[in-house]
């Protein structure tokens, strides 16, 4: 059974870090890109971050750009987001997805995005 899960979610103060992990399962991570999402109610999902299978190639929403790292170790069948200088519009359900490509598309969308995972809500508060 293919599966991706999600963790690393919770509440931390404004200025906070937390780290996100995305264990992948029934699938060999190294053929696939990696993106991560966020949603708030209400609104549609939106990507946030891509990695590619390798983890050469990187690409960041605007928003997020300086704040957020993803990574991955593939021996693991882990990505990872590292999210620094965390602000209260941040607070969101936090995805992963995978490509199954290599590669990321030019935009991080998710009609793009073959498995999802649950989610893990990160909140931040003021």
């Known amino acids: 059974q293919v599966q991706l899960v999600e963790s690393g979610g919770g509440l931390v103060q404004d200025g906070g870090s937390l780290r996100l992990s995305c264990v992948a399962s029934?699938?060999?991570?190294?053929?696939?890109?990696i993106g991560w999402f966020r949603q708030t109610p209400g609104k549609e999902r939106e990507g946030v971050s891509c990695i590619s299978s390798a983890g050469l190639s990187k690409a960041y929403e605007d928003a997020v750009k300086g704040r957020f790292t993803v990574s991955r170790d593939n021996a693991k069948n882990t990505v990872y987001l590292q999210m620094n200088s965390l602000k209260p519009d941040y607070t969101a359900v936090y995805y992963c997805?995978?490509?199954?490509?290599?590669?990321?598309?030019?935009?991080?969308?998710?009609?793009?995005?073959?498995?999802w995972g649950r989610g893990t809500q990160v909140t931040v508060s003021s």
């Open positions: 029934g699938l060999k991570l190294h053929y696939y890109a």
């Open positions: 997805a995978a490509r199954s490509v290599t590669r990321c598309s030019s935009k991080i969308v998710e009609s793009a995005f073959d498995v």
